[in-house]
T-cell receptor
Framework: SQQGEEDPQALSIQEGENATMNCSYK?????LQWYRQNSGRGLVHLIL?????REKHSGRLRVTLDTSKKSSSLLITASRAADTASYFC????????????FGAGTRLAVHP | EAQVTQNPRYLITVTGKKLTVTCSQN?????MSWYRQDPGLGLRQIYY???????DKGDVPEGYKVSRKEKRNFPLILESPSPNQTSLYFC????????????FGPGTRLTVL
């Protein structure tokens, strides 16, 4: 079952612009994680935000979490062509510690 | 280098021919899992293991088997593959806690004809 739903499904921007991706989920969570996947390759963990946190930063990444709306956003500032990838949110439910539940992802294309 | 490895990376096989995809991690992680990735569906968990000799079903376990005889290895077995198991498969591991970062292997692209 899919927990996270990313929006938009695809995003196309120019280098230097900011990219914002959103994720909505259905059940109470312990934490939410964002992953990046280059075409056909393994996923790489970007950032984890716990349910009691509202915002987290890592380099050019900024993640927010609104548990009342069951949503999260990932902002990539000053995007680069190398940021072109698919981005997935994944949640760990409050009661289900044994698995991450992934959304379908957002495909980001950053054009030089 | 800390990593999760999978073999083979690419496999084309025929319906009914048993196959095994190996997964190995060198980080002494307790938790390992298998996912399949299909277009538009994201990643779905097949099986997971919390430690040696402890395995459990994920969301889509039908048609798959796993074993965890050693901490570092977690093979995925398809006893009688069918075309609907054509997919991209990922093995992953993490130290144990649910707030731990999960590390993914490079993926195995399986085609069942």
């Amino acid at each position: 079952s899919q927990q996270g739903e990313e929006d938009p499904q695809a995003l196309s921007i120019q280098e230097g612009e900011n990219a914002t991706m959103n994720c909505s989920y259905k059940t109470s969570i312990n934490n939410l994680q964002w992953y990046r996947q280059n075409s056909g390759r393994g996923l790489v963990h970007l950032i984890l935000i716990r349910s009691n946190e509202r915002e987290k930063h890592s380099g050019r990444l900024r993640v927010t979490l609104d548990t009342s709306k069951k949503s999260s956003s990932l902002l990539i500032t000053a995007s680069r062509a190398a940021d072109t990838a698919s981005y997935f949110c994944a949640t760990v439910s409050s009661g289900g510690y044994n698995k991450l539940i992934f959304g379908a992802g957002t495909r980001l294309a950053v054009h030089p | 280098e800390a990593q999760v490895t999978q073999n083979p990376r690419y496999l084309i096989t025929v319906t009914g021919k048993k196959l095994t995809v190996t997964c190995s991690q060198n980080m002494n992680h307790e938790y390992m899992s298998w996912y399949r990735q299909d277009p538009g569906l994201g990643l779905r968990q097949i099986y997971y293991s919390m430690n040696v000799e402890v395995t459990d079903k994920g969301d889509v376990p039908e048609g798959y088997k796993v074993s965890r005889k050693e901490k570092r290895n977690f093979p995925l077995i398809l006893e009688s593959p069918s075309p609907n198991q054509t997919s991209l498969y990922f093995c992953a591991s993490r130290p144990g806690g649910f707030t731990d970062t999960q590390y993914f292997g490079p993926g195995t692209r399986l085609t069942v004809l």
